[in-house]
Structure formats: structure tokens, C-alpha cells
T-cell receptor, first 116, second 115 residues
Framework: DQQVKQNSPSLSVQEGRISILNCDYTNSMFDYFLWYKKYPAEGPTFLISISSIKDKNEDGRFTVFLNKSAKHLSLHIVPSQPGDSAVYFCAASAGKSGAGSYQLTFGKGTKLSVIP | NAGVTQTPKFRVLKTGQSMTLLCAQDMNHEYMYWYRQDPGMGLRLIHYSVGEGTTAKGEVPDGYNVSRLKKQNFLLGLESAAPSQTSVYFC??????????????FGAGTRLSVL
């Protein structure tokens, strides 16, 4: 049962336009959400996060929106640049769990291609 | 400041062989994690540790063992490798007191092929 879903495996956007990556979740216990960016042959890199007490968080060209009632979040990149071409993973945390760690549940990723 | 360092970067094993993957972090993080990434599957948690001397099972622990004898190191062992363990393995760490507990920082990965 997939708790974090990224339903679009890929997305192509023209340089300078807006990229919108979507993520849906099913576990209502999730209270912290993160986006990671991954280039080929590299590890995922933390991009931006949002707590469930907020509905928007901005960092430069990147904005994450959270709609708790719909259990949906999205990452907006404006303007998109060719260097943004990568796989983007959505991840969620339900706070302290298991043996006391803060585990992340990841989606399967969306490959973004920004066309010059 | 190197962050999270994984060794080796690549490895080819024959079925039944054993090996150990090493993860080292220099950020004084309490928590460490091992993931595997398979095509179309995202990142799945194998084992994790909440401190020196502790380990716990994640989502897909079978066929793997781990040890955290020192705070900065987290080892992942395969006792008898199987072709199903062909994957890219990522180590991550998180949480120094006073910082966010949820944000994990990843190494560059180890690409393992089991023939």
C-alpha cells in the first residue's frame, strides 16, 4: 500500500515556464513533508520542506503548497531552468516512530526535463 | 566537511558472496539510515539506527544486517548475496541537537550488481 504517491513519472517543461510537481498521501498521521532532487549517479539532495501547520513555504524559485484536506502537496519551480532537470522525490514523516527515529516515506519520483 | 560518504561506489558480487558497505558521516548526526533504490520503486528503508550501538528494521530488512559501533559509522552487510539484492544503496543521516529531525542527508550511493 503506497502511502506517498507521485502519479506522474515524468514531466517536460520549457525553460522559463513554471514546473508543477504533484504528490498525494494517504496517511493522516504525516505531519512533515519534504522534496528531494536527485541527479543521475548522485544521492538525493534536500530541496524544501513544509510542516503540516503551514500551507505554503517558499525558498527562492521553489515553493511548496500543502492542502491537508485533500492530502495533496505540490512543488512549484518558477522560472524553470535546464539545471532543474532531475528526478524529484516527495517524502513524508509521521514524527517519532519505530525505535525513535523520524522515518521518511518516499514516493516513486517524477523525472523533470526542462527544455532549453 | 564531506557530509555522508559511502564506500565502495561500485561492486559486482557473485551469488552467495558476502560484503559490507560502509557509511560515514561527519555531521555529528544521531540517526542513520540505509535505503535501496530500484527502478520505479523509489527509496525503501532497509535498516536504521537512532544512536551508537542501536539498530532497527525498516521496510525491507531481509537478507541484510547492520551495525553501528561508532556514532559516525553505519555498516550494511550482505551475508549471502542474491540477484534480488542488485540495487543502488543509499545511506542517509539526520539530526544534530537543535536542528530538524526529519531532514535526511544522503550519500552518493553504492551501485551493487549480484550475478
Amino acid at each position: 500500500d503506497q502511502q506517498v504517491k507521485q502519479n506522474s513519472p515524468s514531466l517536460s517543461v520549457q525553460e522559463g515556464r513554471i514546473s508543477i510537481l504533484n504528490c498525494d498521501y494517504t496517511n493522516s498521521m504525516f505531519d512533515y513533508f519534504l522534496w528531494y532532487k536527485k541527479y543521475p549517479a548522485e544521492g538525493p539532495t534536500f530541496l524544501i520542506s513544509i510542516s503540516s501547520i503551514k500551507d505554503k513555504n517558499e525558498d527562492g524559485r521553489f515553493t511548496v503548497f500543502l492542502n491537508k484536506s485533500a492530502k495533496h502537496l505540490s512543488l512549484h519551480i518558477v522560472p524553470s531552468q535546464p539545471g532543474d532537470s532531475a528526478v524529484y522525490f516527495c517524502a513524508a514523516s509521521a514524527g517519532k516512530s519505530g525505535a525513535g527515529s523520524y522515518q521518511l516515506t518516499f514516493g516513486k519520483g517524477t523525472k523533470l526535463s526542462v527544455i532549453p | 566537511n564531506a557530509g555522508v560518504t559511502q564506500t565502495p561506489k561500485f561492486r559486482v558480487l557473485k551469488t552467495g558472496q558476502s560484503m559490507t558497505l560502509l557509511c560515514a558521516q561527519d555531521m555529528n548526526h544521531e540517526y542513520m539510515y540505509w535505503y535501496r533504490q530500484d527502478p520505479g520503486m523509489g527509496l525503501r528503508l532497509i535498516h536504521y539506527s537512532v544512536g551508537e550501538g542501536t539498530t532497527a528494521k525498516g521496510e525491507v530488512p531481509d537478507g541484510y544486517n547492520v551495525s553501528r559501533l561508532k556514532k559516525q559509522n553505519f555498516l550494511l552487510g550482505l551475508e549471502s548475496a542474491a540477484p534480488s539484492q542488485t540495487s543502488v544503496y543509499f545511506c542517509a543521516s539526520s539530526y544534530e541537537r537543535g536542528t530538524a529531525k526529519n531532514i535526511q542527508y544522503f550519500g552518493a550511493g553504492t551501485r551493487l550488481s549480484v550475478l
